[in-house]
């Protein structure tokens, strides 16, 4: 192995984030909120009953009466305008997907996660700093974990908008099921990410939110 081919040590790390990186960071943050807004809205102030109840009593407020299935009807049309948000906000994720990986196999050396995290692995295979290098090598691998359900979303997601169109999709269930899922794999690693986030910026990495802003610089 050359000089450098070496894996850099821990403390030498370059904590420094390309532009590229960066768009894809908060893009994706913007994205994925608004998809889990759009499940929340539609799990919460439009869900199915309460909705149509909501609906029949104000127009009765104003003099109009409509039966349970006319209720019914506007209901669902504000529920699929609704989840006409969500599969764009999965193009979204999609094509910001697709421009993270371009950027992984595309990208400088040291910014791709595959190369960080064969890195870190080969410091703690030396016994270097093990305790740091097997959390940064820990953090490292969920967010491949992270790539990977996003990837499974993705599929999934897609399988959904077409399943009208392609009968066999249609009458895989599963496919929502494993959607959903995803969804709440989701949820748990943004908890895990700002707690993570918060913890680090309390304690070994101050400054980590700006960095992801304005790109950092080498410590």
Request: glycine share 6%; with cysteine; proline share 1%.
């Amino acid at each position: 192995m050359t000089k450098s081919e070496q894996p850099t040590s821990i403390t030498e790390q370059s904590r420094t984030y390309s532009s590229s990186l960066r768009f894809w960071h908060w893009a994706n943050a913007i994205v994925i909120t608004g998809s889990l807004l759009t499940v929340l809205i539609n799990s919460t102030l439009l869900k199915g009953w309460t909705l149509q109840s909501f609906i029949r009593d104000e127009l009765k407020k104003s003099g109009v009466t409509v039966t349970d299935d006319q209720a019914r009807s506007v209901s669902h049309a504000l529920r699929d305008r609704v989840w006409d948000f969500h599969a764009y906000f999965g193009y979204g994720l999609i094509a910001l997907l697709v421009f993270r990986l371009v950027a992984e196999f595309a990208g400088l050396t040291d910014q791709k996660l595959s190369r960080k995290i064969a890195a870190f692995y080969r410091q703690y295979k030396a016994g270097q700093n093990k305790l740091i290098v097997r959390g940064e090598l820990f953090v490292k691998s969920l967010y491949a974990t992270f790539y990977l359900i996003l990837i499974v979303l993705a599929i999934t997601g897609l399988c959904l908008v077409f399943e009208d169109d392609v009968p066999v999709l249609h009458k895989m269930h599963f496919i929502r099921e494993i959607h959903g899922f995803c969804l709440y794999l989701v949820l748990a690693f943004l908890f895990l990410h700002i707690a993570g986030v918060y913890l680090a910026e309390r304690k070994n990495k101050p400054g980590i939110v700006s960095d992801m802003i304005n790109g950092g610089s080498k410590k």
